[in-house]
T-cell receptor
Framework: DQQVKQNSPSLSVQEGRISILNCDYT??????FLWYKKYPAEGPTFLIS?????DKNEDGRFTVFLNKSAKHLSLHIVPSQPGDSAVYFC????????????FGTGTRLKVLA | NAGVTQTPKFQVLKTGQSMTLQCAQD?????MSWYRQDPGMGLRLIHY???????DQGEVPNGYNVSRSTTEDFPLRLLSAAPSQTSVYFC??????????????FGPGTRLTVL
């Protein structure tokens, strides 16, 4: 049972345009969501997080939006740069006594120069 | 600060062999975890630890053992390797335990092939 889903395995975007990566979840107990970026042959690195009491969090070119009623979050990258080409994972945690992060399957973003 | 280190980087095993993947962090983080990454499956949690002496199972614990005798080290043991354990393994640590917006720091990974 996939509690965190990233339904788009890949996405291509022109340099300078907006990249929108999507993530859906099924567990209403999740109350924190995080995005990680992963380059080939490296470990994931943290990008940005959001608490379920917020609907938006912004950090430079990266903005995460959370729609709790739809159990959906999205990561916006504006403007997209070739160095943003990587695999992006969303992760979620929450629920009493649950000491785990659940990751999605990832979306490979390719930013075309 | 070395961050999270993992050894070895690459390993080839034969079916039935055992081995230990090493993980260490120098950030005094309480929470440590092991994930495996497989194509199309994302990162799946194998085991985690909320502090020295405390470990618990993640989503895919079968065939793996862990221990946490110190804050710094969190080794992952494969008891009897199987081809299904061919994967890339990542160790991670964070200052706080979930739930929470705690950034996990990941090691560079170990690529394991089981023949």
């Amino acid at each position: 049972d996939q509690q965190v889903k990233q339904n788009s395995p890949s996405l291509s975007v022109q340099e300078g345009r907006i990249s929108i990566l999507n993530c859906d979840y099924t567990n209403s107990m999740f109350d924190y969501f995080l995005w990680y970026k992963k380059y080939p042959a490296e470990g994931p690195t943290f990008l940005i997080s959001i608490s379920s009491i917020k609907d938006k969090n912004e950090d430079g070119r990266f903005t995460v939006f959370l729609n709790k009623s739809a159990k959906h979050l999205s990561l916006h990258i504006v403007p997209s740069q070739p160095g943003d080409s990587a695999v992006y994972f969303c992760a979620a945690s929450g629920g009493s006594g649950t000491y785990k992060y659940i990751f999605g399957t990832g979306t490979r973003l390719k930013v075309l120069a | 600060n070395a961050g999270v280190t993992q050894t070895p980087k690459f390993q080839v095993l034969k079916t039935g062999q055992s081995m230990t993947l090493q993980c260490a962090q120098d950030m005094n983080h309480e929470y440590m975890s092991w994930y495996r990454q497989d194509p199309g499956m994302g990162l799946r949690l194998i085991h985690y630890s909320v502090g020295a002496g405390i470990t618990d199972q993640g989503e895919v614990p079968n065939g793996y053992n862990v221990s946490r005798s110190t804050t710094e080290d969190f080794p992952l043991r494969l008891l009897s390797a199987a081809p299904s354990q061919t994967s890339v393994y990542f160790c991670a640590s964070s200052y706080g335990s979930p739930p929470g917006p705690h950034e996990q720091f990941f090691g560079p990974g170990t690529r394991l092939t089981v023949l």
